[in-house]
């Protein structure tokens, strides 16, 4: 399994529009949205825990059918399906591998972009912390979206729209937990339930994903 | 290979050919009686006004939204371990039915609100699930249209309806607790007990049932077009063979 | 006849009309469908009957 995250991990950094990607488009969110927005600090403030949530799960959303897409096309998917290693398993380290690519050094840039967006100075650690807790989420609820379409030829939009939908829960608590943060109030329900929403996900969703595949490579 | 692929279809088309009419003749029945009833036979509410007299539409579309996503998920999981052709191309058939039933519930639920709240939208927890219901209904329904392959089909929408259903739930209990602070006591209150009086609540009973029955008919009429649409496929694809 | 709908009566008539709509669209396409897969399915086993006999 660790073989298979390291090849994944060179394989991302190595074919370089994969990696930057993501946060090329995170800044790009963060300067038009003021710029589509107004430049008021009050408003910009109010808004920028949703806007830094919003902007990472479209981030995340940028490289998900890469997930699979690459190794469906060259045949390494079946070569993994029939390998000792449990689908499941497979599954569960390409999310944590996209995690790994997208999610986090989006979570590391988002404070970056909460200085453009004027976000409350007490809501920075919150909002590193809702994404360190919510990213792995969309990675694996990703790789799930990304299970289903992976024999599509244009999967991409029709990835979105499966996935969008089930971001929401993460996105509620995700912004919720960064706009409580600013203002100083309690915290510890969508924090607690970001973190078992992720945790849920990681446990159950390689299933769900893994029995896709197998539907698809059949 | 027999003339329909399967044997359970042959036996569903024989039934549901006889049935057709009745659930035809009593849907149109209930909804008449019903809607007229309530309509033009029921005072104003105190409270409300004459929009009480949304809840005809309102209530049953909003159930029947619900509970056409829980026909499919029930649907999914026989396909998933029953393989029932049949059970799948229903909850494939259900779909529309059930995203019609939440548009009808979001139009009638804004308009609703409108006057209560002087807008035409708003974010009240409800109308937001069903918003969020309707892009979980539209996904469906995308990836049935985008897959070739009927069986590849349908075990890739039933695992969809299955994780989507653990979702759903969530993203309405997370909904609720978003919108917590704002709009308290002013969401839609459709529960039972505002209705004691029997004067709404039994045209609503009526509307009620027609309003499930409407759904029966649809997804007997639909489930019917998408055995005989595989039947078409398997005879194109033989053609092409020979 | 008509009830008095008060200041309500957009609202009101709004939702009926628009229920109507949407019902009438979901059963109009329904009954296209259900005709155009019937006469393509006649058709098809029509050829299928002729080469078969």
Known sequence: ?218 | MSIWEYANPKKFMATSAWALPWAVGLTVVCLVVGLVWGFFFTPDDYKQGSTVKIIYLHVPSAMMAINAWVMMLVASLIWIIRRHHVSALAAKAAAPVGLTFTLIALVTGALWGQPMWGTWWAWDPRLTSFLILTLFYFGYIALWSAIENPDTAADLTSILCLVGSVFALLSRYAVNFWNQGLHQGASLSLDKQENVSDVFWLPLLVCIAGFVLLFLTMVLMRTRIEIRSRRLQALLARERVA | MMPDLGKYAVAVLGSYAATAVLIAALVGLTLWQAARVKRALAEVEARAGKSDG
């Open chain 1, 1 to 218: 399994m660790r073989a298979l995250l390291l090849r994944d991990l060179r394989l991302a950094f190595r074919s370089g529009g994969g990696f930057g990607l993501g946060l090329a488009f995170f800044l790009i969110l963060a300067v038009l949205v003021p710029l589509g927005v107004g430049a008021e600090g009050t408003i910009l403030g109010r808004i920028a825990p949703g806007i830094l949530w919003v902007g990472a799960l479209l981030a995340c959303l940028l490289s998900l059918d890469r997930i699979f897409a690459l190794d469906h096309e060259d045949g390494s998917l079946d070569l993994l399906a029939t390998s000792p290693l449990p689908m499941e398993g497979a599954v569960a380290v390409k999310a944590l591998a996209h995690w790994l690519v997208t999610g986090l050094p989006l979570t590391l840039m988002a404070p970056g972009l909460g200085v453009l967006l004027n976000l409350a100075p007490a809501a920075y650690p919150w909002l590193v912390l809702s994404l360190l807790l919510g990213t792995p989420t969309l990675s694996m609820v990703g790789a799930f979206g990304a299970a289903l379409t992976v024999g599509l030829r244009r999967g991409g939009l029709l990835l979105s729209l499966l996935v969008l939908p089930l971001y929401v829960p993460t996105l509620i608590f995700g912004a919720e937990v960064v706009r409580r943060g600013a203002e100083g109030m309690a915290l510890a329900t969508p924090l607690a339930l970001l973190a078992a929403i992720s945790l849920g996900a990681a446990a159950l969703l390689p299933f769900a994903a893994a029995a896709a595949l197998r539907v698809n490579l059949r």
